[in-house]
């Protein structure tokens, strides 16, 4: 019995991860229109933040409120100086974004090197679940990625700022002629975006490798939860408890790299009977 409670509490941990490594990729194709492939180093320099606040010697929890903010300031500049000029074109948006990773990853290397960064999770005690001990801090982490969906689910639907947006996604050029400030909502948008993938790394930094190249699988997994999941906060949330949960749950029987390949195989099986049911 204590091991289906582990194997669950794995599959909710992993789903609730990758919900938070995706959450600001959604945000930002679902409205812009961008293919941010840069968000994976997004996420990196969040972990990274949380790195060099943990040498600092300043509070491990301060580093989940610093994350976003560094985050959400850099997102400021990168959407003035690139990503403004790249709305609603998407091969082009993917060209930027892959070259201007390369260029974050090899500062970043300069900056720490290529090496591993040790990182301590603000707490190591184990919680006992129906006679299972598990970790207290991934329960944490599965207990704030809900808390953030059904915050981000109700600005969405209960408030002027989702109907604004909404009405962005729908239809820029009616909501402009509204007086919607759409490039406004743009680069709002895309600081959220940054800003939750900065929130993201340095939530999961103390349980993963923290490293330069880190990104690359994370922005791979949630662009395929997004692609997945369509438009609206709950389908990503049902997109990332299939790949996440299938991911947790193949990783365990056969092993980690099956796992990924498991992802991409249901991501593939599922768009193709979505289209053949259109």
Known sequence: MD????????????ISILFL??????????????????????????????????????NPWLS??????????????????????????IMESILATVGFSIILIKVTEWLFGKGYQPINAPVNSTISLMG???????????????????????????????????????NPSLASTLGVNVNKVYQLTFIFGGAMAGF???LIAPLVSVYPAMGFNYVIDGFLAVLLGGAGIVGLVGSTALLGGSNSFISYLLDPIWGSIAVVVITIITMRLRHANE
């Open 200 to 202: 993201a790394g340095a």
């Open 132 to 170: 299972a001990d598990y970790p207290l801090y991934r329960i944490l982490i599965i207990l704030i990625s809900i808390l953030i969906g059904v915050l981000i689910l109700i600005i969405e639907r209960k408030t002027n700022i989702g109907f604004t947006i909404r009405a962005v996604i729908e």
């Open 21 to 58: 490594l995706a959450i600001g990729l959604f945000i930002i194709f679902g409205l812009m229109g961008i293919v941010n492939l840069a968000h994976g180093e997004f996420v990196m320099l969040g972990a990274f933040t949380a790195v060099v606040a943990g040498k600092a010697g300043l």
């Open 64 to 89: 989940l409120i610093l994350a976003p903010i560094v985050l959400g300031i850099f997102s400021m500049i990168v959407e003035k100086f690139l990503i403004r000029h790249l709305y609603g074109k």
């Open 3 to 14: 091991l289906y409670i582990t194997i669950g509490l794995n599959m909710l941990s992993s």
